[in-house]
């Protein structure tokens, strides 16, 4: 029978089989940009997709969304800068974002 006190790790505790980040990745994560989008910015993009004129969105809603939108945005930056950096680049270019842009559209899906 399990012991009760026995703890799980956490799968941070097992970096899930990864290769411990390197130098530059560091660098990197703590070079992070802090990203933000105002969100009447967002409102105006919604709204261009809107089928209904009169459709508004609520505050809560509006706020909810600049959030998944920063969230996506940070992690396309961090996805590109592991590609950019396992191909021994220093600086991020389009061609990198071009190759994570497929994976990362499926995973937002």
Same mark, same amino acid.
């Given at each position: $029978? ?8 956490? =799968? ?6 990864? /290769? /411990? ?6 660098? @990197?994560?703590?070079?992070?940009? =802090? *990203?933000?989008?105002?969100?009447? =910015? ?5 709204? $261009?997709?809107?089928? #209904?004129?009169? =459709?508004?969105? #609520? ?5 909810? *969304? *600049?959030?998944? $939108? @920063?969230?996506? *945005? ?7 800068? @592991?590609? /950019? ?25």
């Amino acid at each position: $029978m399990a012991d009760p006190n026995d703890t799980v790790p956490s =799968t941070s505790d097992h970096n899930l089989g990864r /290769a /411990a980040p390197s130098q530059q990745q560091q660098q @990197r994560a703590n070079q992070q940009p =802090t *990203t933000s989008f105002q969100p009447q =910015t967002i409102e105006q993009l919604c709204k $261009m997709f809107f089928s #209904n004129e009169k =459709t508004k969105l #609520n505050s809560e809603p509006l706020l909810l *969304t *600049t959030e998944l $939108m @920063r969230i996506y *945005t940070l992690e396309a930056y961090q996805r590109a800068a @592991r590609q /950019a950096d396992s191909e021994g680049c220093d600086s991020v270019t389009a061609e990198h974002i071009e190759k994570i842009l497929p994976q990362l559209l499926l995973d937002f899906a």
